[in-house]
């Protein structure tokens, strides 16, 4: 395996595509790669090309989330998905930008299983283990994404800014269909430069998960108000991060037999963060 | 793929301090301090390292934590324990007094399969007795 070093956005994007994979921090990427769920015979590290640190509200992708954690400026939403968020370690090695491209920690998509995700015919977790899946989305895969940032910044209403475009955060992800299987828009070749975010008046994240530090979320909830609307997103209900438009919402979900209790413990999260802003 | 920063440790360079348990970044065991940083060296990629200065449990041997750990009895199979150190001796140069709220915060990442997480805490709260 090739690990190529470019100094500048243009050479990296060059060098991405054709099985290349860029590298941020590396936490998510290189289990993947060695366990065969990802294959890439050159990675970009993308360090040197990557803005880092926060500047009024913009945070570049290559910060950690170390630094976001300590960050007194930011809203108070994305410091808490960001303390929440992993160990201490890993958020000292992640990137915000890799923490939003992160894949499903469904077992067996983890495992290697010839699932619908990976392009195979069943969902295993729809009979199979499924308490850690979704709620919402869930027809065709019922994985849920675990990404605590990524509900902080929907429910901010962040923008993206990348080597091509910009766009809100709710847009980098889509739900996977039949005949594309990605839970990203983003292209092979295209790096997030930037995450450009909005001032709410107040905002705040809670998660509910299995130990009280360390542990991905059963549920996330983060909201953010702006003057009278306030901005709801969840994390681990879906596929990709979920914008609830309404708390009523709630009253539609799809839980799998073993996921119904996510709905009970989105409801309460919900009422304690609406309370809490 | 390429080698990881724990490969390379334990096999080139013969420090063995850095032990390996889950090889995929989940548990802490392989804990060494890039610049200070406690990093997973299981899923660092050497080549990636440059010219950042490399900190493992040799490195730490006189240091106080050490006694700590043994005073309080912080070990039992002693697995974790050289991640243990290593993510303490980060937490104890950034705040020498650190509360019981920022031990946990800041020990969280390093799991003990022995369970003596109530000692390891003790170790660190009184690392300077
Ligand atoms: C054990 C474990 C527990 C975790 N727990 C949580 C948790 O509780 N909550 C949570 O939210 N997250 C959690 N995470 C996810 C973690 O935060 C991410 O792995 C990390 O933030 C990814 O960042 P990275 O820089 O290491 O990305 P990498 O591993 O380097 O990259 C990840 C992916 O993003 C791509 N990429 C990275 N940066 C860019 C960019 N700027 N532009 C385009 N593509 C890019 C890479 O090509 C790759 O596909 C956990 C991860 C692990 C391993
Ligand atoms: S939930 Fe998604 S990733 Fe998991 S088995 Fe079903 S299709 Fe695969
Ligand atoms: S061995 Fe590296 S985190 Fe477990
Ligand atoms: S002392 Fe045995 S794993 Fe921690």
Request: aromatic residues 4%; glycine residues 10%.
């Amino acid at each position: 395996m090739e690990l190529l070093r470019p100094s500048s956005p243009e050479e990296a994007t060059g060098a991405l595509g054709n099985g290349s994979r860029a590298l941020a921090g590396g936490t998510e990427l290189v289990p993947l790669i060695r366990d065969g769920l990802v294959k890439a015979d050159t990675l970009v590290e993308i360090r040197d090309v990557v803005p880092r640190g926060v500047t009024g509200t913009r945070i570049g992708a290559g910060t950690t989330l170390a630094e976001l954690e300590l960050d007194g400026e930011i809203p108070q939403a994305l410091r808490e998905a960001c303390a929440q968020a992993a160990s201490p370690q890993l958020r000292s090695m992640g990137t915000i930008g890799g923490n939003l491209l992160q894949a499903t920690r469904c077992w067996y998509w983890r495992l290697g299983f010839d699932c619908w995700l990976h392009g195979g015919e069943t969902c295993f977790a729809r009979d199979g283990a499924q308490r850690e899946h979704a709620v919402f989305g869930n027809d065709k895969c019922a994985s849920a994404h675990p990404s605590d940032i990524a509900a902080a910044l929907l429910a901010l209403g962040a923008t993206l800014r990348t080597t091509r475009r910009e766009f809100a955060v709710a847009e980098l992800y889509r739900l996977p269909t039949d005949d594309d299987r990605n839970v990203t828009t983003l292209a092979p070749d295209e790096l997030i430069l930037e995450i450009e975010l909005t001032t709410p008046d107040a905002s705040t994240y809670l998660k509910a998960m299995d130990r009280r530090k360390w542990s991905f979320p059963i549920v996330g909830v983060a909201a953010a108000r702006f003057g009278g609307e306030t901005r709801i997103a969840l994390a681990g209900v879906a596929p990709i991060p979920w914008l609830l438009d309404s708390v009523a919402i709630l009253d539609e979900a799809t839980p799998l037999p073993g996921t119904g209790y996510k709905v009970e413990i989105a409801r309460a999260l919900v009422r304690r963060a609406i309370e809490a802003i | 793929m390429g080698r990881s920063l724990a490969q390379v440790l334990r096999d080139d360079l013969g420090f063995t301090g850095t032990k390996v348990a889950c090889g995929e970044g989940h548990c802490g065991a392989c804990t060494v301090q890039l610049d200070g940083v406690p990093t997973l060296s299981c899923i660092t990629l050497v080549h990636t390292v440059g010219d950042r200065e490399v900190t493992t449990i040799e490195g730490l041997r006189d240091h106080r934590l050490i006694h700590a750990f043994v005073r309080t009895d912080a070990v039992q199979c002693g697995f974790c324990t050289p991640g243990q150190v290593v993510s303490a001796a980060a937490l104890v140069a950034a705040n020498p007094s650190p509360s019981k709220d920022e031990i946990q915060h800041a020990m969280s990442g390093n799991l003990c399969r022995c369970g003596t997480y109530p000692k390891i805490e003790e170790a660190i709260r009184t690392w300077q007795d």
